[in-house]
């Protein structure tokens, strides 16, 4: 008698399927490393939310390689829940979930962890500076970010990158500053500038990350190691890179990532990590890499405005003013 | 009308619109200090920014909702009760000296009437409802408050119903003593009794004023 409550398994035994390992592939580097990938963003995705936005980053050449994807929602403002204490403006509250299947390799667990926790603060941190509190007193802003899929490791224990730091993590919170301004301009919320976030990180010059150097040396993990070592003795130049990608395979030695309002001029947030500098207070190499972090954040920044824009003027579609007011002054839209 | 400084079709949140001095912000616009000797107007919300006659300048965003929207799904209003805004609420409870009320729709300003994405907690004092009918209303379906007189305290609004055209918009019957009779619609007689459609029993409510 089987029991007719659960599904039972085969009678006989089955052997487990073996998958072919997905990180077999060697990282190719077709961009620049001053050019940014391209970004799809678009925004009103979720119905329910006063505000939403979804991010994604093109999918390399190998459909495997991971990739980022996420999405924001925004909901207020509504009143505070009543156990708060008064708050003369509106409370911003940001958080940062990864999805159980956006990290590949591992599923993660449905319980915040401290990687969601400090995103969620820094995001936060972001966030809470470009929107206009004083507008909304007495009530509650909530900003969700759901990442769906995250490209490379997040710096747990085992992503280890041979040495260099590991820049999933600031891409996450880059693409997550990025979705949710726009989510919150979708949203109407009145804020003084949007936000953007951008990623820069520092690596040595060597054959085969620039790719300008040499053409056809090794990409072998080992020999990139070695590699870099041998820069590290013979103190080779520094390059930028600009949103680098884990999977581009570069080994950073430091890296930044920002969030900006470009219509203001102001950071929001600045987040750097790596060591740099061993001659020298490695102040030049800072002032480097957040500016070529702001530098991202502004070409980010103009993707979120278009993004915008593009839901306005299908807004104004909809009700019948596009003829009048918006008919042949589509491109006039200049941020200075 | 000339307009000295031509405001683009869209505006974006952070777009510079127009030095402050002579012009003055108006809803969806901030003033940026830029330094100690330039004030600007920026944008800070999308939508398509407006000059008024007296050198304000606004920012309105197409609501789809508002004009046969059909097709596309209804945004909800991005509201909040200010002090001498009207409001519509909902009675959620009542003791013997205040009504507790949910606010679902509001009128700030001089535009329409607007129904709220959330609702909030409002009080109506008994002090607040009118000088003579102190405790003695009945207040239980429906209410029409009005004039939010103080922004209340940590979670609540104060609303008043002392005017004559605030109060009781929609009532329902159902005294204490017909339990059987209850939920018929009530109409108003006078200022302070409503009246069963069917039954003809009186109930005292603060109306708000009958037509």
């Known amino acids: 008698m089987t029991d007719r409550r659960r599904i039972n398994g085969p009678a006989e035994g089955t052997t487990p399927p073996v998958f072919l390992t997905s990180s077999t592939h060697k990282p190719v580097i077709k961009r620049s490393p001053t050019t940014l990938r391209k970004i799809f963003l678009k925004t009103s995705l979720t119905p329910p939310a006063t505000g939403s936005a979804f991010l994604e980053l093109p999918t390399p050449s190998n459909p495997s390689t991971p990739t980022l994807k996420l999405t924001a929602s925004v909901y207020g403002p509504r009143p505070l829940p009543s156990s708060t204490t008064f708050s003369p403006d509106a409370r911003l509250t940001a958080e940062l979930k990864f999805s159980p299947f956006s990290t590949p390799g591992h599923r993660r667990g449905y319980i915040r962890d401290g990687v969601e926790r400090d995103l969620s603060a820094q995001l936060s941190i972001a966030l809470e500076k470009s929107v206009d509190v004083g507008k909304y007193p007495k009530s509650a802003i909530d900003v969700f970010v759901s990442v769906l899929d995250c490209e490379g490791g997040l710096g747990d224990a085992g992503d280890g990158n041979d040495g260099g730091v590991e820049v999933g993590l600031m891409g996450v919170v880059a693409g997550a500053i990025s979705c949710a301004s726009a989510a919150i301009a979708d949203a109407g919320i009145e804020c003084f500038d949007l936000v953007a976030g951008g990623v820069a990180g520092l690596i040595r010059e060597r054959g085969g990350v620039v790719e300008e150097d040499h053409v056809g040396e090794g990409m072998e993990a080992g020999e990139d190691i070695s590699g870099a070592r041998h820069g590290e003795k013979k103190n080779r130049g520094i390059a930028l890179v600009l949103d680098p990608s884990p999977t581009d395979g570069y080994i950073i030695l430091a890296a930044a990532a920002v969030g900006y309002m470009a219509a203001r001029d102001e950071l929001t947030l600045v987040w750097t990590k790596g060591s740099m500098g061993r001659e020298g207070d490695g102040t030049d190499e800072v002032e480097r890499l957040v500016d070529g972090a702001i530098a991202a954040a502004t070409s980010v920044r103009l993707v979120i405005n278009e993004a915008v824009k593009e839901r306005l003027l299908l807004g104004l579609k909809e009700i019948g003013l596009i003829k009048e007011k918006a008919g042949g002054n589509d491109g006039d839209i200049v941020m200075e | ?211």
């Open chain 2, 1 to 211: 009308m000339s307009q000295p400084h031509p405001l683009p079709p869209i505006a974006l949140p952070g777009q510079p619109l127009a030095p402050s001095p002579p012009y003055t912000s108006s809803t969806g616009t901030h003033i940026h200090t830029q330094n100690p000797t330039s004030t600007i107007i920026t944008a800070s919300i999308a939508g398509i920014p407006h000059l008024h006659p007296d050198m304000s300048i606004s920012i309105t965003r197409p609501s789809p909702s508002s004009s046969s929207s059909s097709t596309s799904h209804h945004r909800p209003l991005l509201l909040l009760p200010e002090v001498t805004s009207t409001v519509l609420a909902r009675v959620t409870r009542l003791n013997l000296r205040q009504a507790t009320v949910e606010i679902f729709a509001m009128q700030a300003g001089a535009e329409e009437m607007g129904v709220c994405e959330h609702t909030f907690q409002g009080i109506i004092r008994g002090q607040d409802v009118r000088a003579t009918e102190k405790d003695r209303v009945k207040i239980l379906e429906s209410f029409r408050v009005g004039d939010v007189i103080s922004l209340g305290d940590q979670s609540n609004y104060y609303l008043s119903t002392a005017s004559n055209s605030l109060g009781v918009v929609v009532a329902h019957s159902g005294g204490e003593l017909r339990v059987t009779d209850a939920g018929d619609p009530l109409h108003p007689i006078n200022w302070r009794q409503m009246a069963c459609a069917r039954t003809g029993v009186v109930e005292d409510r603060k109306v708000a004023k009958p037509i």
